[in-house]
């Protein structure tokens, strides 16, 4: 995709359903005893990996994925190895579902899920009592034999939502108390389901408790993915001549941080929540503005995990020196988001300092334009994307179709707002 300077950026858009939610709402209202219906999830090359996989193992869906009434699914075995494609939260929070059913199950990926850590799902899990073997002892392809499971105590030494939605997932079908302490505090996406689904779970700073628990149907509206959000809001920021609204997006506190990061960097961002139940629901208003560098440290990396890489970018047009430490968990993502996005600003002529756990740019620079490629990421996609319309002379991204695991439809709605 070949992406040209632009005279402004404006418009009132829509994103995509939120992500994260859609995962977790196929899962457990598959889960629970009875007939929710979910309003509004997100089809994507990702969630797609999940609504199948369920599919496999006795899923009972109805409608499409604008209103879909989701029952109890019959859990059978599946004759087939369940492929999780790119998706680290298909792979990750289904391990910890599988736990706890009968049968044998094997998880795989595409080549990158299967270079990504799964050891932080494995240990637990098996310490519960799933009986799990992997490649390399963590790695997939996973062959998960489920069955009874006991509750137990967890302290994850790198805050990660996956590990801890995989650990309370099964954690509802064991014996006992399971609890999670975390060093930073995650997105909480899973702990408002499951509260909303009636699960006994109780929460105090960074940890959670639940004990086996019934899920009960519910009836909700997912929101839209204020991570998608984050990339026309970048742009609207950064541009000389740049407003964007987008209404009914997440504004859960746990994956805000990258607006509030852009707000203390001297950003023009109002942020109204307008509904709040299960997940605090509102619109975002994004105007240019300019930005001071700014530093970010390993308490606020959980908040803005998967905006990283675009802080690299406002660091770009920001006066001063913007720099990310604490963040080696980016060098586990769908690529290794430090060295493709430092590799990649490069090659449009940034100046980018790369450290084994984040990065640091001096600003404010020019983007010449150039070349550039996604390795099959789709953050990394749409952030060099975003380079195209603040460059000189226009970027060309290559393998430009990851953006359809999050955000199908992104080059349509840049082509909406770039004017
Ligand atoms: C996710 C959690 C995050 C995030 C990922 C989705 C989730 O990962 O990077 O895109 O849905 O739980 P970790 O919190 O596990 O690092």
């Known amino acids: 995709m070949r992406l040209l300077p632009s005279k402004k950026v404006v418009g009132e858009i829509a994103v995509p359903p939120d992500k994260s939610i859609s995962h977790r709402a196929l899962m457990m209202c598959s889960m629970s005893s009875g007939v929710s219906v979910v309003n509004n999830l997100l089809e994507s090359e990702d969630t797609l990996r999940t609504f199948r996989i369920i599919g496999e193992l006795g899923g009972n869906f109805k409608g499409g994925f604008d209103r879909m009434e989701i029952s109890s699914a019959s859990w059978k075995e599946s004759l087939r190895p369940l492929d999780c494609g790119n998706s680290g939260t298909t792979a990750r929070l289904m391990a910890g579902v599988l736990s706890g059913k009968e049968g044998f199950h094997v998880l795989f990926g595409d080549d990158s899920l299967s270079g990504r850590p799964m050891e932080r799902v494995v240990s637990p899990l098996k310490e519960m009592g799933a009986s799990i073997s992997a490649r390399r002892d963590s790695l997939l392809p996973m062959c998960i034999t489920g069955g009874k499971l006991r509750g137990s105590e967890h302290s994850l030494s790198v805050a990660s939502a996956q590990v801890k939605s995989a650990i309370l997932l099964a954690g509802i079908q064991a014996e006992g108390t ?53 990339f026309p809001i970048a742009l609207a920021v950064l541009h000389e001549n740049g407003k964007v609204t987008i209404r009914e997006v997440g504004l859960n506190q746990g994956r805000t941080g990258f607006l509030r990061l852009l707000i203390k960097m001297g950003a023009d961002i109002e942020m109204e929540v307008e509904e709040s139940l299960p997940e605090p629901v509102g619109t975002i208003v994004a105007r240019s503005s300019r930005l001071i560098g700014v530093e970010v440290g390993s308490d606020l990396i959980p908040s803005m995990i998967d905006e990283l890489p675009l802080i690299a970018l406002a660091g770009v047009f920001a006066e001063g020196t913007t720099t990310v430490r604490g963040a080696g968990e980016l060098r586990k993502k769908e690529s290794d988001r430090i060295s493709v996005t430092v590799q990649n600003f490069r090659r449009i002529g940034v100046e980018i300092l790369e450290h084994e756990d984040g990065f640091s740019v001096e600003g404010p620079q020019r983007i010449t334009g150039g070349k550039v490629d996604s390795y099959g990421d789709h953050r ?7 380079a195209g319309p603040l460059s000189r002379e226009g970027v060309e991204v290559t393998n430009s179709n990851a953006v359809n695991v999050s955000f199908p439809g992104f080059f349509k709605t840049l082509e909406e707002v770039c004017q």
């Not at 009636?198 to 009836?219: D, M, Q």
């Not at 996609?381 to 975003?386: D, I, T, Y």
């Open 380 to 386: 990394i996609a749409m952030l060099f994307s975003l």
């Open 178 to 230: 399971t609890a999670v302490t975390e060093p930073h505090c995650s997105r909480d996406h899973t702990e408002r389901l499951l509260h909303s689904m009636g699960a006994k779970i109780s929460v105090s700073n960074k940890r959670v408790e639940v004990e086996k628990s019934e899920l009960l149907p519910i009836r909700f509206s997912i929101p839209g993915d204020v991570s998608s959000a984050a």
